[in-house]
């Protein structure tokens, strides 16, 4: 067995891990004192960053049900975090207990703990991989063992895409997974957004808070996060800001602009 | 009854639905709005019948803020809008009708506040558990992780990755550890040096690829035979075992015995039926007083007397052999500086007349004026300069110097004797060896036939034409071809038809059996034989120079013979130029 290049020597949880903000800002307590202290500085620079979390959260609910609904049946849930409310499992096997997924994170401590909560449950699991290695997760001997390639596949890349600079050619990466997957197959993905927003330090703000951690944030615009979607057809509204993306009520769409994050779901055809 | 009692269970009604408003957003939740108000909408069923149950129940309220944190309603928000809400609205949204109403709301908003809290506790030290179990494991795997590729780094570093043996690295960390962990110095150690004879044939013949299947295979028998002792691969066909707390040395030769058993084993490697052999130096010896660079050192020696020897063989360590060895390999390391130090020099022996005393010529004889070990004669460093084949540039040397002097004899003198010089077997052989003599006579001024160059007859050995060739060529320009040491070496008289040689220098060996009484058997023998040797010199019109003459009596029964000339004691040991020089003039 090779040890990944990026594993880290050991887990320092000095140092916030983005896994956990994003679990405190759903309300959940897998975090440390570091992470709390970052994410509280991030709500003090953008106080809409809770809201901005859980209307992510809720995008990635809404397209898992769409995409179960749709007849998918296999996920891979790249950039899965720290899997606590909502999975995208839960979710896809209250539909079909047959459903297959697959998470993949880099942080150690979150793959250990989706570890323990998939325990037992023989069509979900978990693996310690890095978006930027895409063919490491695709030729990953549990990847090639519970999915079958040869039929759909929900790629997900959800609320990950911000800590991928340009200089790692996201397109790269994506062309690299699209060419793995049979026609059916979706891609989900959501990102930071400031498109259309005005200039309000918010995002340099933003940005400071994520030089603690590990993760850079790059933030993108609409037309460049839909240009990562090349090769798939835009489900329907295409990419929006995420609470406007088949919302369960008018309501739920109102100030969508505040959530920051926008989002879409695209369709392998042929 | 209020709406909530006629309202169907699916069918959430206004207090459900402003309690699930006021709760969105204070956490995420993980549930359609549907979903979210079909829930609270069973809880504002429970709540009602809390404020009306007779007598009041402390459980319902408890039990309804657990399944609000249960279903993830759960944050310090969604309690204080939950308690805002069903204080201002339940009672009258449900329009409930119960005695003592506001006493009863204010127990029941206390139970929900109790579950909420109890539960929302609960679940915050269950996750702050888990996260740090998570934690804990993902810092043991890491912790693994950097172990494993510490281990196989350090495998990579020491083991070789053609055959999985240890390499040099841990053999030596191994014999290190050996001799100077503590307490070891009592110990006994051995060291067995293995390599593979002729491998380089396998290798030119079948190619490198069956060559590296024969090292694979030659390490698995080793180390199938030998598997308590380490066994390393030096590189290449270079083996080395270690045979540590031997009890003598006779452990040690078990062990080579062993290894050159089980490699003279035929394999099958790649398709071929292959046998080898091995060669091995062994060396043990007591802990104390070694180190591992000298046992390596005194093995690999060792081992170049076992190859010596013809291979497939051990051979142990002898220390004198090494001492003597060692000063014979600094003395020819040495030559090269001493020649550019001018540290050799030339003495000079005549070569007398038997008929009238007159010196004919004189054999250069080389001296090394060593800064240590004072004046070296030519049998302590010739030899060792003709293994290293330093004998070019220091028999260059003693040519150019040797014309170079006896250019001078001829101050004053009509008939100044020649000078007589050795050549070596690779002098002989080398393609520039007319050119070099021809040189050195012209930059002397030596005329040809006052130069004699000795060869000895193994030089004339080799079949080859171009020595022979090049000795003619020097011959026709006068130079004087003399064989040394007649009678003793390659006694085919064949040469003597095509060499281009003036005289013949009789061995010494049968000159000392003159010194005999006359009357003696042995000393007639050697009588007789030098006598047919001169009458066949004489009958070929080469001329005779006895060598090792030291006697008088020597003298005259050679000229009785009809020797020519004679050298030795008898005519003057061999000395500085001048002192033979003056007494001939």
């Known amino acids: 067995m090779q040890r990944p290049d990026w594993a880290p020597d050991t887990i320092d949880i000095e140092r916030p891990s983005v896994a956990r903000m994003y679990d405190y800002y759903l309300g959940g307590s897998h975090n440390f004192a570091a992470d709390r202290a970052a994410a509280r500085a991030m709500v003090e620079a953008v106080p809409e960053a809770p809201l901005m979390a859980q209307a992510n959260r809720a995008f990635l609910r809404r397209a898992v049900q769409f995409l179960a609904d749709s007849g998918v049946r296999q996920f891979l849930d790249i950039g899965s975090g720290i899997p606590t409310v909502g999975n995208v499992h839960e979710i896809a096997q209250r539909i079909d207990p047959e459903s297959r997924v697959i998470y993949v994170d880099v942080d150690p401590v979150a793959v250990a703990h989706s570890r323990e909560i998939l325990h037992g449950n023989d069509r979900a699991t978990v693996i310690q991989e890095d978006l930027r290695r895409p063919e490491a997760i695709l030729g990953h001997p549990e990847v090639t063992k519970l999915l079958d390639f040869s039929q759909p596949v929900a790629v997900m890349i959800v609320a990950v895409l911000h800590f991928i600079p340009d200089s790692d050619r996201p397109e790269e990466i994506l062309r690299t997974l699209r060419a793995a997957l049979a026609p059916g197959s979706h891609l989900v993905m959501s990102q930071a957004s400031d498109d259309g927003r005005r200039e309000t330090g918010e995002r340099a703000e933003a940005e400071r808070v994520y030089r603690r951690t590990d993760n850079q944030l790059w933030i993108r615009s609409r037309a460049e996060l839909a240009a990562l979607f090349d090769g798939f057809e835009l489900v329907d509204p295409g990419v929006v800001w995420v609470p406007q993306w088949r919302p369960e009520s008018p309501e739920q769409a109102e100030n969508a602009e505040q959530a920051v994050f926008m989002g879409g779901v695209g369709r392998l055809g042929g | ?585």
Not at chain 2, 155 to 172: G, K, S, V, W, Y
Not at chain 2, 354 to 377: C, D, I, S, T
Not at chain 2, 418 to 438: D, T
Not at chain 2, 562 to 583: I, K, M, S, V, Y
Request: proline share 4%.
């Open chain 2, 1 to 585: 009854m209020g709406e909530g009692a006629a309202g169907a269970r699916s069918c959430p009604g206004t207090f459900a639905r402003a309690w699930a408003k006021a709760v969105a957003g204070t956490s995420y939740l993980p549930m359609t709005e549907a979903q979210l108000e079909s829930l609270l909408q069973r809880l504002t069923e429970r709540l009602a019948a809390a404020i009306q149950a007779e007598p009041f129940d402390l459980r319902i309220g408890q039990q309804v803020g657990a399944e609000l944190v249960a279903a993830h309603i759960a944050s310090a928000e969604g309690l204080g809008r939950t308690v805002e809400v069903i204080q201002l609205r339940l009672v009258r949204d449900l329009g409930l009708v119960a005695d003592e109403v506001e006493d009863r709301m204010a127990r029941l908003l206390a139970t929900v506040a109790t579950g909420y809290a109890r539960a929302l506790r609960d679940r915050t030290l269950d996750e702050q558990e888990s996260i740090r179990r998570a934690a804990m494991v993902a810092r043991a795997q890491a912790e693994r992780a950097l172990r494993d590729s510490e281990a196989r780094f350090r495998h990579q570093a020491t083991h070789d990755p053609l055959t999985e043996l240890p390499n040099r690295t841990l053999f030596t960390e191994r014999l290190s550890a050996a001799i100077d962990e503590p307490g070891r110095g009592a110990d006994r150690v051995g060291v067995c040096f293995l390599d593979l004879d002729r491998f380089k044939v396998v290798n030119d013949s079948l190619g490198h690829q069956v060559g590296d299947s024969l090292l694979v295979s030659v390490a698995q028998r080793l180390r199938r035979a030998l598997g308590e002792h380490l066994v390393a691969r030096l590189g290449g066909d270079e083996f080395v075992i270690l045979v540590e707390r031997t009890a003598c040395t006779d452990d040690a030769v078990k062990v080579a015995e062993a290894a050159l058993a089980v490699v003279s084993e035929p394999a099958l490697v790649d398709g071929h039926e292959l046998t080898v052999s091995a060669s091995i130096g062994i060396v043990e010896r007591q802990v104390a007083g070694t180190s591992p660079g000298e046992l390596m050192r005194a093995a690999d020696s060792t081992l170049h007397w076992a190859k010596a020897a013809g291979g497939a063989r051990w051979a142990l360590f002898d220390a004198d052999r090494n001492r003597r060895e060692l000063a014979r390999y600094a003395l020819s390391a040495a030559i090269p500086t001493a020649l550019d130090r001018g540290e050799f020099y030339l003495d000079y022996q005549p070569l007398t007349s038997l008929r009238n005393g007159r010196v004919l010529g004189m054999e250069a004889l080389v001296r090394w004026r060593h800064p240590e070990l004072g004046v070296l004669r030519p049998d302590s460093f010739i030899g060792l300069a003709e293994e290293t084949g330093l004998i070019v540039r220091l028999g260059g040397w003693v040519l150019a110097e040797a014309c170079r002097e006896a250019e001078g004899w001829s101050a004053g003198h009509d008939d100044p004797p020649f000078v007589s010089v050795n050549l070596a077997v690779r002098q002989v052989h080398r393609p520039g060896l007319v050119q070099e003599v021809r040189g050195v006579l012209r930059q002397t001024g030596l005329p040809p036939d006052r130069l004699q160059l000795e060869i000895t007859e193994s030089t004339m050995m080799s079949t080859a034409e171009e020595p022979v060739r090049a000795l003619r060529v020097l011959a026709d320009q006068g130079v004087r071809i003399a064989i040394d040491d007649f009678g003793t070496g390659y006694c085919n008289l064949a040469y003597l038809r095509d060499l281009p040689v003036t005289e013949l220098k009789v061995a010494g060996e049968f000159v000392a059996g003159l010194r005999a009484p006359a009357a003696d058997p042995g000393s007639r023998t050697d009588e007789r034989i030098l006598a047919s040797l001169v009458s066949l010199a004489h009958a070929l019109d080469l001329t005779v120079t006895a060598e090792g003459v030291e006697t008088a009596e020597q003298a005259d029964r050679l000229r009785a013979i009809g020797c020519d000339a004679g050298q030795g004691w008898h005519f003057g040991r061999p000395a500085p130029a001048d002192r033979f020089l003056a007494q001939w003039a």
